[in-house]
């Protein structure tokens, strides 16, 4: 059975700084692109970042180009987050999603998601 745990939400202050992570298990970590997507209050869900399995390439969206960064570690079965400079409209829950699938944008894509992990910037 898969499992993808996210962590490491809360709250942070505009302009400080904040690190994700998703431990999965269950799965060959390695042959799975990792995303990471958001939904605020209201709205639907949305993409952030991914990170593929072949080669490693990084892809953002346009909204947190420059601040976040996506990685992965495969020895650990762990992809982050770093979320620089963060904005009140970062707020949402974040979660982690894994998929064989070459579309990286599509929530569709994915084939595996953790619950969520809560994250709110004050002003």
């Known amino acids: 059975q898969v499992h993808m745990v996210e962590s490491g939400g809360g709250l942070v202050q505009a302009g400080g700084s904040l690190r994700l992570s998703c431990a999965a298990s269950g799965l060959p970590f390695s042959l799975y692109t990792l995303g990471w997507f958001r939904q605020a209050p209201g709205k639907e869900r949305e993409f952030v970042a991914a990170v593929t399995w072949s080669d490693g390439s990084r892809y953002y969206a346009d909204s947190v180009k420059g601040r976040f960064t996506i990685s992965r570690d495969n020895a650990k079965s762990t992809v982050y987050l770093q979320m620089n400079s963060p904005k009140p409209e970062d707020t949402a829950i974040y979660f982690c999603?894994?998929?064989?699938?070459?579309?990286?944008?599509?929530?569709?894509?994915?084939?595996?998601w953790g619950q969520g992990t809560q994250v709110t910037v004050s002003s």
């Open positions: 999603a894994a998929s064989r699938s070459g579309t990286l944008k599509r929530i569709g894509a994915y084939d595996y």
